[in-house]
């Protein structure tokens, strides 16, 4: 089946810190992946489609400034967290569609702590 | 807005006992709905679906049918192993091909 990898795969930082958060299909061609945001015992949440070559779509309360979206290829997508804050810890999650957006698949995750 | 609300987790059972998952859901249309699980370490992965009222989506000895009149879409299994300890959610994919995600539930078997 169909691999998404994240890297890394947790990061501790100090606030004020940027971090990046690298998403891969690894065997297959995303035209679109998406990143959603996980908090402890709560729904994944949508924080924005990415499409190749096009700029990001953020979903309504996710600052744009804040979380840089970036999908250079076919098979990267990147999430920076710019000056990071305690509150931004967070489990991050990407997928990736192969163009027909009928099956998302996923990568492992992200743990991310701010200190 | 759309919305999935899942029964809160977790759920321990013994080996071979019967499983239900409830999942019930909001939202105009009628929007795909899915079963995601997620075993420890890994990415979340299909494990099943249904597209239209009244469909059975079935994997692995899991199944759930699409409900339209209860709007709901719970998850069983006849006799579970202590390979499905996992965590599931409840999802359902709005007009705009975005999922929406239910809070996930908790599964442990106990051999």
């Known amino acids: 089946g169909a691999v998404v990898s994240q890297h890394p795969s947790r990061v501790i930082c100090k606030s004020g810190t940027s971090v990046k958060i690298e998403c891969r299909s690894l065997?297959?061609?995303?035209?679109?992946m998406f990143w959603y945001r996980q908090f402890p015992k709560q729904s994944l949440m949508l924080m924005a489609t990415s499409n190749e070559g096009s700029k990001a779509t953020y979903e309504q309360g996710v600052e744009k400034d804040k979380f840089l979206i970036n999908h250079a290829s076919l098979t990267l997508s990147t999430l920076t967290v710019t000056s990071a804050h305690p509150e931004d810890s967070s489990f991050y999650i990407c997928?990736?569609?192969?163009?027909?957006?009928?099956?998302?698949?996923f990568g492992p995750g992200t743990r991310l702590l701010v200190l | 807005g759309d919305s999935v609300t899942q029964m809160e987790g977790p759920v321990t059972l013994s080996e071979e006992a019967f499983l239900t998952i409830n999942c019930t859901y909001t939202a105009t249309g009628y929007p795909s709905l899915f079963w995601y699980v997620q075993y420890p370490g890994e990415g979340l992965q299909l494990l099943l679906k249904a597209t239209k009222a009244d469909d059975k989506g079935s994997n692995k000895g899991f199944e759930a049918t699409y409900r339209k009149e209860t709007t709901s879409f719970h998850l069983e299994k006849g006799s579970v192993q202590v390979s499905d300890s996992a965590v599931y959610f409840c999802?359902?994919?709005?007009?705009?091909?975005?999922?929406?995600f239910g809070s996930g539930t908790r599964l442990l078997v106990r051999p």
């Open positions: 065997d297959f061609q995303a035209t679109t």
């Open positions: 999802a359902l994919r709005d007009s705009s091909y975005k999922l929406i």
């Open positions: 997928s990736a569609t192969p163009g027909d957006q009928e099956t998302q698949y």
